[in-house]
T-cell receptor
């Protein structure tokens, strides 16, 4: 069966520091991968998605970036964090097809101070 | 513009009773998919049920069913026989322009917080 991992689970970082969040998927090949952000008490907003290695689509212009160095690895990065980057970051995967249901990881709660 | 609206910020239901969570959507596409997710306090988003725009029958998954009214652009989630473990945030989401392996994004509503009373 497929599983998705995210780490770290929680992170507290100062403003201006770098960021690296990692997401890996097991049990499937060539998944579509997604990064979402959820502000407190709000719905999810798509940040990036990838349909293959090295293929990244950005949905929201910001100081974040994403990379997919391996088939089942998706990384969210920032060179300098802003206060507004605080939130709950969720990684998701799907295997395409007509339904293309997305399945989410456990998330990373980021607090920027 | 594509949009999902959940008008109920919070709902209460008695244990063992049924509850309906409302969701309306706006799209100009003919081909789209509607999803419901559950988010317990732990934060993980759990997929519950899917309805395609061309599906003629309402989707069902165990105690979950989706009341799909295409003309009204509504996709309400019905939970039968509520359990204490159903207390969580529930999100409705939509994906437009379905095509094979498009890798399309989900648009989420603001969510409804459901509390099940013993």
């Amino acid at each position: 069966s497929q599983t998705i991992h995210q780490w770290p689970a929680t992170l507290v970082q100062p403003v201006g520091s770098p960021l690296s969040l990692e997401c890996t998927v097991e049990g499937t090949s060539n998944p579509n991968l997604y990064w979402y952000r959820q502000a407190a008490g709000r719905g999810l907003q798509l940040l990036f998605y990838s349909v293959g290695i090295g293929q990244i689509s950005s949905e929201v212009p910001q100081n974040l970036s994403a990379s997919r160095p391996q088939d089942r690895q998706f990384i969210l990065s920032s060179k300098k964090l802003l206060l507004s980057d605080s939130g709950f970051y969720l990684c998701a995967w799907s295997v395409g097809g007509f339904t293309d249901t997305q399945y989410f990881g456990p998330g990373t709660r980021l607090t920027v101070l | 513009a594509q949009k999902i609206t959940q008008t109920q910020p919070g709902m209460f239901v008695q244990e063992k009773e049924a509850v309906t969570l409302d969701c309306t959507y706006d799209t100009s596409d003919q081909s789209y998919g509607l999803f419901w997710y559950k988010q317990p306090s732990s934060g993980e988003m759990i997929f519950l049920i899917y309805q395609g725009s061309y599906d003629e029958q309402n989707a069902t998954e165990g105690r979950y069913s989706l009341n799909f009214q295409k003309a009204r652009k509504s996709a309400n989630l019905v939970i039968s026989a509520s359990q204490l473990g159903d207390s969580a945030m529930y999100f409705c989401a939509m994906r437009e322009s379905l095509s094979y392996n498009q890798g399309g994004k989900l648009i989420f509503g603001q969510g409804t917080e459901l509390s099940v009373k013993p």
